[in-house]
T-cell receptor, first 114, second 110 residues
Framework: GAVVSQHPSWVICKSGTSVKIECRSL??????MFWYRQFPKQSLMLMAT?????????EQGVEKDKFLINHASLTLSTLTVTSAHPEDSSFYIC??????????FGPGTRLTVL | AQRVTQPEKLLSVFKGAPVELKCNYS??????LFWYVQYSRQRLQLLLR??SRESIKGFTADLNKGETSFHLKKPFAQEEDSAMYYC????????????FGDGTTLTVKP
């Protein structure tokens, strides 16, 4: 099946710094990628929808200036958490789809902000 | 607005017992329904989708439009079925964007 990778798998950073997370579709071209946030033992909260070559569509309540999304190619999307604070600590998951298929999820990135 | 409800946060059964994870949805159109599973320390992965009408790992789910439900069932649970299960709805008019339920943690005891 299709494979989606995320890098890094975990990151620890100081408060106020920015962190970039990459999401790649390894063996297919993803028409759309999604970024989710997952809290412990809770559901996935969709943050934004990312289409290659266009601006991301953010869900209500998600600060677009804080969570910068760039979808430079059909196989790569990046999420940058700017000026991170401890409350941004979470598990960030990306997923990718081809048209008409179900979602393929990345393994997630654990972000800890000190 | 679309909504997915999984009424049980935790579900525990004994090995060999039948199991049913409930999922109800609200959506005015014709949705696509999915079940995703997340095993311990693994990524979320697709278990089955309603349009496939297939059985995966012994699990089945039937879309009941009258009751707006998509319950996941397995006649004989196994210990390796212990995981977090998410029901998800995707609008057929919006490429890919899905709404997830809160998830049900299934524990199958020996």
């Amino acid at each position: 099946g299709a494979v989606v990778s995320q890098h890094p798998s975990w990151v620890i950073c100081k408060s106020g710094t920015s962190v970039k997370i990459e999401c790649r579709s390894l063996d297919f071209q993803a028409t759309t990628m999604f970024w989710y946030r997952q809290f412990p033992k809770q559901s996935l909260m969709l943050m934004a929808t990312s289409n290659e070559g266009s601006k991301a569509t953010y869900e209500q309540g998600v600060e677009k200036d804080k969570f910068l999304i760039n979808h430079a190619s059909l196989t790569l999307s990046t999420l940058t958490v700017t000026s991170a604070h401890p409350e941004d600590s979470s598990f960030y998951i990306c997923s990718a789809i081809q048209t008409g298929t179900s979602q393929f999820f990345g393994p997630g990135t654990r972000l800890t902000v000190l | 607005a679309q909504r997915v409800t999984q009424p049980e946060k935790l579900l525990s059964v004994f090995k060999g017992a039948p199991v049913e994870l409930k999922c109800n949805y609200s959506y005015s159109g014709s949705p696509e329904l999915f079940w995703y599973v997340q095993y311990s320390r693994q990524r979320l992965q697709l278990l089955l989708r309603h349009i496939s009408r297939e059985s995966i790992k012994g699990f089945t789910a039937d879309l009941n439009k009258g009751e707006t439900s998509f319950h996941l069932k397995k006649p004989f649970a196994q210990e390796e079925d212990s995981a977090m299960y998410y029901c998800a709805l995707r609008r057929n008019t919006n490429a890919g964007k899905s709404t997830f339920g809160d998830g049900t943690t299934l524990t199958v005891k020996p």
